[in-house]
Structure formats: structure tokens, C-alpha cells
């Protein structure tokens, strides 16, 4: 069976330092993998999705780059984080098609 | 401009009986739409269902219904139960990789 494994759980990061977390996916190959941000009081907001290794589309422009260096690796960086930054940062991954999305456990993010 | 809207921020239902949580859209396009349970800390899971060819979608528990003219769908939880307790997002797509996710709706069901 498929499983998303996201890390680590919680983070606190002082302003201006940088930022990688980390999603890996297991039990499939190829796989669409997104990353989301949920702050508080909000809904999900799609930050990036990849189709393929090395290939990431962007859809919110702001201080976040992501990286897909293998098929089923996907990494979330900042070289310098802002406070607006806090948050909950969802990795999930998908098959093709009308399917669900599927969610790993989260990472709370943290600025001070 | 929000897309997918769920207006109810949260719901109180007693224990054993019906749950309603409903979610409107304005995108016409969009032909999927899913329901998702997140309980704190923890990633969204995966419920249930409904393409736009359909109307109803039921799963134990759970039934989706979509009404397209109205741009209204809802999913019903029928006994609910203390442990349905969590925020619920529903979510659309227009065939596409890309999910647009409403607000959420938490549900408190009470013992």
C-alpha cells in the first residue's frame, strides 16, 4: 500500500533562517506530489505541484522554492524565511485522473 | 475570489443524529469534487466522492449529493458519532491535477 512520510512534525525557525522540509512517498511510482499551506483560520492553499522529476510549477509567487530531485522526493526550501511564513505546510501526492489526493501528516511551522 | 466556499465555520450536532455539511462553488467547469476529515495535528483524509455526472454518492455512513444547478453539494453523515468530530473541507477540481479547497467546517458531535 501507498504511504507519505512528511518531516519533521514541528519546526521553529527564527526569521531570516532558511528552510527544507522534506515529503517522500512510498508504494508508487510516478506520482503527482503537491505541497500545500494551511494558516490558521484558513483553507488549503496549493503552493506547488510537480508531475515529474525536476519539473515544479508554482502557483502562489512568494519566498517558498520546492525541488523534486527524485520520483517520489519532494522538498520544500526557503533561503530566508519571513514570519509570514508560519504555518501548516501539507505534502500529498495523487495518481493521474479524477483521484484523490492523499495528505501526509503535516509540519507546523513556526517563526519567530 | 474564493472558489470553493463552505460559509458554516463550525456545526454542533447531537450524537445519533444527522450531520449536514454543505459547500457551494462558483466555477461551473469544476467536475470533481471530494470530501475530506482532518482531525488536528494530522494531515486531511480522504472520504468520499462525487463526479459531476452523478448526483448521490454513498459510502457507509457518508452520502455526497451534488446539485449543479445550484452549485451546492453536501455530505450527509448519518448516525454521526463523537469520533466524526473534525474539521471537514470539501474540494473541487476541473479535471486537473489542481484542488481548490474551501475553508472547512469543524464538526463537534456531542455524546
Known amino acids: 500500500s501507498q504511504t507519505i512520510h512528511q518531516w519533521p512534525a514541528t519546526l521553529v525557525q527564527p526569521v531570516g533562517s532558511p528552510l527544507s522540509l522534506e515529503c517522500t512517498v512510498e508504494?508508487?511510482?510516478?506520482?503527482?506530489l503537491y505541497w500545500y499551506r494551511q494558516a490558521a483560520g484558513r483553507g488549503l492553499q496549493l503552493l506547488f505541484y510537480?508531475?515529474?522529476?525536476?519539473?515544479i510549477s508554482s502557483e502562489v509567487p512568494q519566498n517558498l522554492s520546492a525541488s523534486r530531485p527524485q520520483d517520489r522526493q519532494f522538498i520544500l526550501s526557503s533561503k530566508k524565511l519571513l514570519l509570514s511564513d508560519s504555518g501548516f505546510y501539507l505534502c500529498?501526492?495523487?495518481?493521474?485522473?479524477?483521484?484523490?489526493?492523499?495528505f501526509g501528516d503535516g509540519t507546523r511551522l513556526s517563526i519567530l | 475570489d474564493q472558489q470553493v466556499k463552505q460559509n458554516s465555520p463550525s456545526l454542533s450536532v447531537q450524537e445519533g443524529r444527522i450531520s449536514i455539511l454543505n459547500c457551494d462553488y462558483t466555477?461551473?467547469?469544476?467536475?470533481?469534487f471530494l470530501w475530506y476529515k482532518k482531525y488536528p495535528a494530522e494531515g486531511p483524509t480522504f472520504l468520499i466522492s462525487?463526479?459531476?455526472?452523478?448526483d448521490k454518492n454513498e459510502d457507509g455512513r457518508f452520502t455526497v449529493f451534488l446539485n449543479k444547478s445550484a452549485k451546492h453539494l453536501s455530505l450527509h453523515i448519518v448516525p454521526s458519532q463523537p469520533g466524526d468530530s473534525a474539521v471537514y473541507f470539501c474540494?473541487?477540481?476541473?479535471?486537473?491535477?489542481?484542488?481548490?479547497f474551501g475553508t472547512g467546517t469543524r464538526l463537534k458531535v456531542l455524546a
Open positions: 500529498a501526492w495523487s495518481v493521474w485522473g479524477n483521484q484523490p489526493q492523499h
Open positions: 508504494g508508487t511510482s510516478n506520482p503527482n
Open positions: 510537480s508531475v515529474g522529476i525536476g519539473q
Open positions: 466555477n461551473s467547469m469544476f467536475d470533481y
Open positions: 462525487i463526479s459531476s455526472i452523478k
Open positions: 474540494a473541487a477540481s476541473q479535471g486537473t491535477y489542481k484542488y481548490i
